[in-house]
């Protein structure tokens, strides 16, 4: 992602795609279609859309937008389809009060009501896990429902759809619950996509904090995973982001 190349960062869009080929990377994700073709100008791909019409603040779970937000939904699921891009990262949305299972029984009634197209056209939803614990946007979000990587993995399989599944935010699910390589085990067909960043802090994923991303890897690699897996991370302060990226990329290459 475009965070990985730092803050303060004087790079083009067009200058991180160069580098980011030049290191081996494959796509980038929640790139906006205006710059999809700087993407495959570079031999790189959309590895996952943006969210479209839903928001962090009402997400999947909140009945009362539903009617609103499916034909705004269907209509980006074309723009995406039509570009090869395959998968759209979603949200849960805030609780607000919303006990965890009836945020889960709005959003499987909603996630019924769009699957169908998304399989028609080829393309995966695919819900975020999203740590609260943290309430600082860098580190967190605030009041989303997937917490938990469970409420998630429920939701899809009672939707029982191909096209809806969970993007598994290694970071997330470490700071929420922890346990990642059994979670993904057990829990394997209900994910699409995973991202990275270290823990504590998100930033890069390096020895010098508690995940072992290469272990993740081998462990991907074993269950035969052939999707992507993005890098969300913030480089540490005083670490150079370009560095940061060419380790990231020997870690996960098993």
């Avoid at 790079?11 to 994700?29: H, P, V, Y």
């Avoid at 019924?112 to 197209?117: C, E, F, P, S």
């Avoid at 970071?171 to 990275?196: C, K, P, S």
């Avoid at 998100?202 to 290469?214: A, K, L, M, S, V």
Wanted: charged share 20%; with cysteine.
């Amino acid at each position: 992602m475009r965070v990985t190349f730092g803050a303060n960062t004087t790079l083009s869009f067009d200058d991180m795609c160069r580098q980011a080929a030049q290191i081996g990377f494959k796509g980038f994700d929640l790139i906006g279609p205006a710059d999809w073709p700087t993407l495959r100008k570079h031999g790189l791909v959309p590895t996952m859309a943006g969210a479209g019409p839903v928001t962090f603040e009402n997400g999947l779970i909140h009945a009362e937008v539903h009617d609103r937000l499916e034909p705004q939904l269907r209509q980006y699921i074309d723009v995406c389809a039509s570009s090869g891009v395959t998968n759209v990262i979603s949200v849960g949305g805030q609780r607000r009060g919303m006990s965890p299972a009836e945020g889960a029984d709005h959003a499987v009634a909603f996630l019924n009501r769009v699957k169908g197209h998304l399989e028609a056209r080829g393309v995966t939803l695919c819900i975020e896990n999203m740590n609260h614990k943290y309430t600082d946007p860098n580190v967190g979000r605030v009041d989303q429902m997937f917490g938990h990587p469970q409420w998630g993995f429920d939701v899809c399989k009672r939707v029982g759809s191909p096209s809806v599944k969970v993007l598994f935010d290694i970071y997330h699910a470490q700071v929420m619950a922890g346990d990642l390589v059994a979670t993904i085990r057990e829990n394997f067909q209900w994910i699409a996509h995973y991202h990275t960043a270290g823990v504590p802090g998100r930033t890069d994923i390096d020895h010098t904090q508690e995940i072992n991303y290469r272990f993740v890897a081998q462990a991907l690699s074993d269950l035969g995973y052939t999707g992507y897996i993005s890098h969300e991370f913030r480089p540490a302060p005083g670490h150079e982001p370009l560095d940061c990226l060419r380790e990231a990329f020997a870690i996960i290459d098993v």
